[in-house]
């Protein structure tokens, strides 16, 4: 049996590194008693894929992942069985069983939502005149690649790109980028390019909201 469910990674666990998430969940399906498959070989591991990787720091409502389990069961099951065994920080929001016949969740993601959360009190003017700036021409940044740093234009991975305010007046840009196996937006990296091009200093918290499937599912099927 196939399931995938999407979970959420909360502030008390925004340091929790990918790796770890993968550990993590590895020993919460083995103390809930779930019956996992495993794979073959001299050392065995749950048969476990992340739609995508989540940058340590950043929280998130909109993660995905994709089990195999050895019988049947309930996607209501797993999910309460899961959450009872996940540490403080993580909880399984849904569930779903899904064809052995459909493609990994990372083929078939298209597009991330992200708040970026600013602290204190940056020029707001300058950083709206900054983004309009930034959106109309290329966004040139130096970026890490297997074959060293190199520049690289992020502007066609910027889907949109706005500010708006919380309810206790803070200062928030609504960022929707590109995620896909070919390449993804970094909101990190346009963040600090964005406060570089206003000539501000300030923190921020990075939220991914949403994940959209091709065709612009919510959900994969």
């Not at 050895?70 to 996607?75: N, V, Y």
């Not at 602290?119 to 005149?129: F, H, Q, S, V, W």
């Amino acid at each position: 049996m196939r399931i995938i469910a999407r979970f959420s990674k909360k502030e008390e666990a925004r340091f929790v590194s990918h790796l770890d998430v993968q550990r993590l969940f590895g020993r919460a399906f083995r103390r809930a008693g779930l019956p996992v498959a495993y794979s073959q070989g001299f050392n065995p591991h749950p048969v476990l894929a992340f739609a995508t990787a989540l940058s340590t720091g950043t929280t998130s409502d909109a993660e995905w992942l994709d089990v195999r389990l050895e019988r049947d069961m309930l996607p209501e099951e797993f999910t309460a069985s899961l959450n009872f065994a996940l540490p403080p920080g993580f909880r399984v929001l849904e569930a779903l069983a899904v064809e052995e016949k459909l493609p990994s969740l990372t083929a078939l993601l298209a597009r991330a939502d992200y708040a970026l959360a600013f602290a204190g009190e940056p020029n707001e003017a300058k950083l709206r005149a900054a983004l309009e700036a930034l959106l109309s021409g290329p966004i040139v940044i130096d970026k890490r690649t297997k074959g060293g740093v190199k520049p690289t234009d992020i502007r066609p991975q910027v889907l949109c790109a706005g500010f708006s305010r919380t309810d206790g007046n803070a200062l928030v840009l609504e960022l929707s980028g590109v995620l896909n196996a070919s390449g993804s937006l970094n909101p990190d990296a346009f963040a600090k390019e964005l406060l570089e091009r206003a000539g501000e200093s300030a923190e921020y918290r990075i939220h991914r909201r949403a994940v959209a499937f091709q065709n612009g599912r919510r959900i994969p099927v």
